[in-house]
């Protein structure tokens, strides 16, 4: 069974980076099958997509966000990472990681998700 | 990117059946058959319940089904139960190469 498990500081000071890691079991990172992502949510609303890898190290961001992320893949490692930088207290959300399947809007697997808050 | 747009709230009683729509453009819905709807009970990752407009994954309940027509998709959900209570996303990919989500909607089972 597959498994995604996020994990990184929960407290981040303003204008420092959020780093996070998604480490995959289960399955490997390096399926072409499958694109791996992050989604937040901040506290009382929907998620929102922040962008996606593919194993060859191919990245897809979400615009709003794009000059301040940085998703990475460790194919010897399983993982993949997010890297926020210049973070706000709006940027203080749960944060996913997820797999979805190539050519479709199957987002199937998601991991359980992390808080990180944005305060000094 | 703008939000999908749903309807904040929706309720029904058991047994009842429900509809919750997700309105875009034709950038995003009307586009594509790459719409999703992911349920979340509170405290929980969201769920795949529906994906590219009308498949259910496996091990999700055959009352749960979905549309699309034009810029709007639907999740229909028949025979409700006290357990379907829960926020409901749906979710699009677009012509700018990115996924947008709607804003979510509240079920309640009365």
């Known amino acids: 069974q597959l498994q995604l498990q996020e994990s990184g500081p929960g407290l981040v000071k303003p204008s420092e980076t959020l780093s996070l890691t998604c480490t995959v079991s289960g399955g490997s990172i390096s399926s072409g099958d499958y694109y791996w992502g992050w989604i937040r949510q901040p506290p009382g609303r929907g998620p929102e997509w922040i962008g996606t890898i593919y194993y060859d190290g191919a990245t897809y961001y979400n615009p709003s966000l794009k000059s301040r992320v940085t998703i990475s893949v460790d194919t010897s490692k399983n993982q993949f990472s997010l890297e926020l930088r210049s973070v706000t207290a709006a940027d203080t959300a749960v944060y996913y990681c997820?797999?979805?399947?190539?050519?479709?809007?199957?987002?199937?697997?998601w991991g359980q998700g992390t808080l990180v808050t944005v305060s000094s | 990117q703008s939000a999908l747009t749903q309807p904040a709230s929706v309720s029904g009683s058991p047994g009842q059946s429900i509809t919750i729509s997700c309105t875009g453009t034709?950038?995003?819905?009307?586009?594509?058959?790459?719409v999703s709807w992911y349920q979340q009970h509170p405290g929980k990752a969201p769920k795949l319940m529906i994906y590219d407009v009308s498949n259910r994954p496996s091990g999700v309940s055959n009352r749960f089904s979905g549309s699309k027509s034009g810029n709007t998709a639907s999740l229909t959900i028949s025979g409700l139960q006290a357990e379907d209570e829960a926020d409901y996303y749906c979710?699009?990919?677009?012509?700018?190469?990115?996924?947008?989500f709607g804003g979510g909607t509240k079920l309640t089972v009365l």
């Open positions: 997820t797999r979805r399947r190539r050519s479709s809007s199957n987002r199937d697997y």
């Open positions: 034709s950038s995003d819905v009307g586009g594509y058959n790459y």
């Open positions: 979710n699009s990919y677009t012509t700018s190469g990115t996924w947008v």
